[in-house]
């Protein structure tokens, strides 16, 4: 059983930077893929970015896209999510999940295979 930890979530102004990093506990985390996702106040959970197993594949949701960054170490069991020019939009709680995902595909990324959450870090940005 995978657990899994985020931290790097606070405080920050506006357009500042974050590096958030998920780290697993339990299993064999090379094999997972790993997603990004945020809920704001009020608002649905949404995809924000993705790694394959390898790290040889990422996707960036439009929202983050060109200003962000999604990286593994495996040996340290970690991926990082670093999002710049934060905005008070960016303001949710951000979580890891992990996956045996077999093909990164769109469908995959938005579908229900995420098995493994951590508990979130809320990330707020102030204007």
């Known amino acids: 059983q995978v657990q899994l930890v985020e931290s790097g979530g606070g405080l920050v102004q506006a357009g500042g930077s974050l590096r958030l990093s998920c780290t697993a506990s339990?299993?064999?985390?090379?094999?997972?893929?790993v997603c990004w996702f945020r809920r704001a106040p009020g608002k649905e959970r949404e995809v924000v970015a993705a790694?394959?197993?390898?790290?040889?594949?990422?996707y960036y949701a439009g929202s983050v896209k060109g200003r962000s960054t999604i990286s593994r170490d495996n040996a340290k069991s970690t991926v990082y999510l670093q999002i710049d020019s934060l905005q008070p939009e960016d303001t949710a709680v951000y979580y890891c999940a992990a996956g045996l995902i077999r093909d990164f595909t769109l469908a995959t990324i938005y579908g229900d295979q995420w098995i493994h959450w951590g508990q979130g870090t809320q990330v707020t940005v102030s204007s």
């Open positions: 339990g299993g064999t985390f090379s094999r997972y893929g």
């Open positions: 790694i394959s197993w390898s790290g040889g594949n990422t």
